[in-house]
């Protein structure tokens, strides 16, 4: 029955494995476009490498971007701004003129009142002119304009921008009309009381609404299109190069086609090819998972997180890519690997970076560009970011994912173009908010650790401080243990630097790795004050299922305490399988004749499956072995290092670990070296033994 329970159980897990993979490609499928796509791969600046091309059909030669460009700015020129008058502002500061100085009419004489005319006549001449805020030059709409449009409610007048005031010159305009009004000896002081920029003020401003509406009008009836191209014409020739005219017919034969392809097309055909492509690249993932990293297959958690990337990727680059005011270069597809690389290994995340490119790539626009892009951007994302526990790396790696893109698209632009000239400096804004965009990453992590059960090296770090709770406790209530812990982390940090590896996993694996001693302290020795040992008082199997036991309480402690899976792994794998074997041998001493359970013996494991896990095994128990040595020489630690991990490999404690025979011989090596150092043994040289032998003979 149990066997059929675990037959059941694995084809359970393969089905689900299979579903994955079935689904991903069902998303993916609706997803990418359905439609048929152009099958001429072609770059501007290299030979045609196909068959000599004749048009299909009729179409229309597309204008470039340039063209179009320059003839928006010249239908622009055309266009009068519109600026709506406030006849209002006219009114109130005539008015406003009369009454500060017709308040004492009775005193002013005739000449008086004749000034204060032709002073408002002379503001209403302006005001009819228009007058603007600030200087002409200020306005950009205005530059190189003849004239406004001025709109008096429903009225519109064109006005010459010559005749325009702004409010500075119509101070100056109406101060030096007062000084003309002087004449002879006779003076104007008591124009003074009132000052006049008091009746200036600016009664234009700019209608954009209504501006919008004349640009908008004038640039929708710009063709987009310039002559034709007719049957059986020829377009290019096999070999020849395509140059900046070719190219935009190749261009505009494909827009073309992209229209017409709806057309006598046998859809389920296409369908049968884009499901075979989306097919092959899902089998090449799994195929590279299945041979490198099975463990992502086993794991149904890693395997739907890797799944669910790529398909999140793809559909955000889609899209993106159909929405007209946005482009494909602003995702940031960098985000990719250096996720996958946080969670796996940069193998994986190189590999399931170019499998997602290609997918998005061949629907993409200018194929070739794009996926060169992508894999180079990406490539060094990667490699830019080994380490993510600091901030700055996150940070540096953007700047060169952006340089990145820049460098490799100006590579592409010499040679397609081989100028500056016709450099297309606005895409470096796409690739600068796709580069600023991978600071998301912190989010996402935080995220996809709490969703799937993922640790990364900032969590690591963070759990590595002495100051967390279940560590504050360790050193408070277990001292002993604490320093042995610590002892292991530092130890088995060096191995995995040497050997390859993760040392910041190393590291908390290990300072949590005897947590559960917490339980009993007094019961291990390391926190056993001289003289006071508690297995005195208990039988041998009894003090063995005490010391076993700290394994389960460190299991259940940091279930507790939510610890990420990774670490309980180091506290339930770091004595694997083994005996107690103190308590073994004595309980056998103690009882001949008895047939001794070893099962109540044995530590529950399983068995280390990561390296880091397998070499803080290793560690403890050298270390906890060597601080039992009453001489600690040379030859005494390498004794018992290599005694050790061999009896471990014979116990086959690693064979579910992937430490290879180099890196036994490199973790030996490296033990040796630090517990030399730690117990300061002086390596006894050959001259020194030569000496010593001839003072032993003359004695």
């Not at 003020?201 to 908008?216: G, R, V």
């Amino acid at each position: 029955m149990n066997k059929f329970y675990q037959r059941l159980k694995n084809y359970t897990k393969v089905i689900l494995q299979v579903l994955m993979f079935v689904l991903t490609a069902v998303a993916l499928y609706f997803i990418l476009p359905g439609e048929p796509k152009f099958k001429y791969e072609y770059q501007k600046g290299f030979p045609w490498k196909h068959e000599n091309l004749v048009a299909p059909f009729d179409f229309a030669i597309l204008k470039t971007d340039k063209e179009l460009e320059d003839e928006k700015q010249e239908q622009l020129k055309n266009v009068i701004p519109y600026f709506v008058c406030d006849t209002s502002v006219a009114r109130d500061n005539i008015q406003r003129l009369k009454d500060d100085f017709y308040l004492t009419k009775d005193t002013l004489t005739l000449r008086q009142k004749q000034i204060i005319t032709n002073l408002c006549n002379e503001l209403d001449r302006i005001y009819s002119a228009g007058v603007l805020q600030f200087s002409l030059d200020s306005y950009n709409e205005i530059a190189g304009k003849p004239a406004i449009r001025k709109r008096i409610g429903p009225n519109v007048t064109r006005t010459d921008t010559a005749s325009l005031f702004s409010e500075k010159s119509a101070y100056n305009t109406i101060i030096r009309f007062k000084r003309q009004l002087a004449t002879g000896n006779s003076t104007l002081r008591w124009l003074n009381s009132h000052p006049f920029e008091r009746y200036i003020s600016a009664n234009l401003s700019y209608d954009a609404e209504t501006t919008q509406k004349e640009i908008d009008e004038v640039t929708q009836n710009i063709s987009l299109t310039r002559g034709m191209v007719r049957l059986g014409e020829r377009i290019i020739l096999e070999g020849e190069v395509v140059d900046s005219n070719k190219f935009q017919l190749l261009e505009s034969l494909k827009a073309s086609y992209e229209k017409e392809r709806g057309k006598n097309v046998n859809y389920y055909m296409v369908s049968i090819g884009k499901s075979l492509l989306i097919v092959s690249l899902l089998a090449l993932i799994f195929v590279f998972l299945l041979i490198y990293r099975r463990d992502i297959i086993e794991h149904m958690n890693k395997l739907l997180f890797l799944l669910m990337m790529i398909t999140a990727m793809v559909l955000i680059a889609n899209v993106i890519g159909s929405l007209p005011t946005l482009h494909i270069y602003m995702v940031p597809f960098a985000i990719l690997p250096i996720v996958v690389r946080t969670f796996f290994d940069s193998r994986t995340a190189i590999f399931t970076l170019v499998i997602s490119t290609l997918l998005i790539g061949f629907y993409a626009p200018n194929n070739y560009e794009f996926i060169l892009l992508q894999v180079s951007a990406g490539i060094v994302a990667v490699f830019s970011l080994n380490k993510m526990h600091r901030r700055v790396h996150l940070a540096l790696a953007a700047l060169w994912v952006f340089l990145t893109y820049t460098t490799v698209f100006t590579a592409l632009n010499l040679i397609h173009e081989g100028t500056f000239v016709l450099f297309n400096y606005s895409i470096t804004q796409w690739f600068a908010i796709s580069s600023v965009l991978i600071m998301l990453v912190y989010i996402l992590i935080y995220i996809f650790e709490k969703v799937f059960g993922f640790v990364s090296d900032v969590t690591l770090i963070e759990l590595s401080d002495s100051n967390q709770p279940l560590l504050r406790k360790l050193s408070e209530e277990a001292p002993g243990t604490f320093q042995h812990s610590m002892q292991i982390a530092n130890l088995a940090e060096e191995v995995i630097l040497k050997i390859g590896g993760n040392p910041f996993l190393v590291r908390a694996g290990a300072l949590y790795h005897d947590i559960g001693k917490i339980a009993k302290p007094t019961y291990f020795i390391e926190n056993q004050a001289m003289g006071m040992n508690p297995h005195d008082q208990l039988d041998h199997l009894k003090s063995a299922e005490v010391i076993i036991d700290h394994v389960h309480n460190g299991v259940k402690m940091a279930q507790k305490h939510k610890l990420p899976a990774p670490i309980v792994e180091f506290i339930a794998t770091h004595h694997g399988t083994t005996k107690a074997k103190y308590f073994y041998l004595k309980h056998k001493e103690d009882h001949p004749e008895e047939n001794v359970d070893e099962k109540k013996f044995i530590y529950p494991g399983p068995l280390p499956r990561s390296k880091e896990a397998a070499v803080v095994m290793l560690v403890d128990g050298i270390e906890a072995a060597s601080r039992s040595m009453k001489e600690k020489t040379h030859a005494n630690l390498k004794e018992l290092i290599d005694r050790m991990i061999d009896q471990k490999i014979e116990d086959k404690q690693l064979d579910n670990s992937n430490l290879t025979f180099r890196d036994i011989t490199t973790v030996k090596e490296v033990l040796l070296q630090k517990l030399l150092n730690i117990y300061h043994v002086r390596i006894e040289y050959p001259e020194e033994k030569k000496e010593q032998n001839q003072v032993g003979n003359q004695q």
